[in-house]
């Protein structure tokens, strides 16, 4: 029987098996951040332990700064307390960080990417659950807790069960006006929040193949919002051409690479297949991001709303979702910042402003994509609209900042999860595409994108 | 800790995720302290921190080391302030269906243990449970067994642990002091490691 990527990759990095079911398995790439990382540190301290690799780790502050404003001092205590605490870690224990306002600075999961940091087959963590982004480079990338991050520090090491495997193949073409967060907005729909607890999924077929780096991670960065515990996507061209843009591989590790793929005959625990024509533009109804249905569906179309979950929405069995109002959108967060994401927010705007009711933030992924949407002239569309155009950060995908959406006010958001409270006490989240965002924005009202693509 | 015997707090909700556990704008600490005061804090008070009556957590014994949770537990973000709020509140054990596994990671490394037990397993002890409030179960880490045995209901199962993660928690000993003393190991990996 034929062995799968991420057997592969996993045996790779397996220094030895400790019981029947754990394995010790060593980590290439170690990302942290000013949130997941202070208590880690402390921890060390206390044990009197040093950092094992400090070469294999990369520091970055994003979930807690603000977004306006980045070359003045934070103005909360306590997040500012954060961001120079981790400054202090990285200078005590020789550990490189992209801090506020450097060039390099954005959300974990952009930066490491466009930086050449992240390489197909790495094993990679991280402190943040989101860190499956990274396997749209054919690489094991899963978030870890604070323990975790305490061991990675001291030993390059953790401690984990083997992986189960799972097979997602979506084929065929997808129509306009759908991308790659519909794709992963279906399969959740379909799978359930819990359809791959205990997997690490392979994305594979036509859909996929066919998507730049870019739409790969945005479909990779929510495999945990259906419980996997990381996806990733085979290595072929279009990954290596990224990485090589970014950084200087060597002919003989591209070689390599070239060998990581699933067998023809691999056996996978599970295998589902979709067809990409079922997939329409999708919005979430509910405080999960199972909850999504086709945009032109009402929310009964989906079975899997609590009437807890719809009453804190204050949407009913039989509302359609098109033409809901919406009183806040949201473009940004590491599952749709980047470049791309920008530009098919700007294809829709161009040309037409915002609803007046409605507050519009665009959050680049970085500070790079930033620079790049300056250089295109995106931003100058995006204000022309009446949106703000913001500094790099996780923002209102989680509202640590000052980015918070007000209780029961709804918003249309790029980011990733839809719970209670999440983009603020009592904030309502909609989950959807770039596209569906900008469209909605437009109107004031729940749109489809495909109403102002030619 | 070997035994438990305890008590039970129930939240029949499925899909409780991170969040809801501890909300973000409680994350802005720089130590594992005092999370417990902010465990379900958005469940437990309103917008103006006043304690919401409907919430049924406070209605069980403050004591109980118990939690009896719906399917799928613990799901959504790897903060491990949601285990570091748990333990503080005082819970011990966390029973469900179903737990997201990097929570189900958090939970271990902080001495609480997750135990999965079958649906109809778990439906029985909400039911029961959301009732008998001063009814004890018995936890034997050591056996890996979880015993009812009270008026109208009697269970005796044994729950999977991995022998390693339970020799951890018998012991106390942490993951980081095991991978510490494999350093040797570990450098030796390093020197054939090509990626």
Redesign the interface.
Known sequence: MGKTIIDKIWD??C??S??D??D?L?I?RHFIHE??S??AF??LRE?N?SV?RPDRITAVAD??VPTRNQHLPIE?E??K??VD?LVENCQEHSIELFGVGHEKNGIVHVIGPENGLT?P???IVC???H?STHGAFGAIA???????V??VL??????L?RPKTMRIEVNGDLGKGVGAKDVVLYIISQLG??GA??HFIEFSGSVFRNFSMEERMTVCNMS?EM?A?GGLIGIDETTIRYVTERATISEE?IA?WNTLHSDDNASFNRSVEFQAKEIQPMVTTGT?PDTGVGISKSVSASNRN?E?GLNYMGLGNDQQMIGTNIDYVFIGSCTNGRIEDLRAVAEIVRGYTKHEDVTVWVVPGSNKVKEQAIKEGLDKVFLAAGFEFREPGCSAC???NDDKIP?GAVCISTSN?N????QG??ARTILASPMTAAASAINGKITDPRTYLN | MEKIISTAIVLEIDNIDTDQIIPAKFLKSTNKEGFGEWLFYNWRYDENDNPKPDFPFLQFQRDSKILIAGNNFGCGSSREHAAWAIADYGIEVVISSQFADIFKGNALNNGILPITVSESCLKALLKYFEREKTCAIEIDIEAQSMKVDAKDIYINIRFDIDPLKKKFILTGMSEIEYLVQQKEEIINFEKTHVL
């Open positions: 790779l990095h220094v030895k400790v019981t079911e754990v010790m060593y290439d949130v997941t202070p208590q402390t921890g044990k332990l094992l979930h807690n909360n306590l997040s307390k954060q605490t390489q087959g790495m094993t402190g943040d659950s860190t899963f978030g870890i807790g604070t323990s975790q305490e061991q001291a030993s390059q090491c953790l401690l069960s929040t819990e607890t205990g945990i419980g515990r590790k390599f999960s609590s807890k989680l509202a640590m209780s999860r719970f209670e409270g999440r006490d009592g």
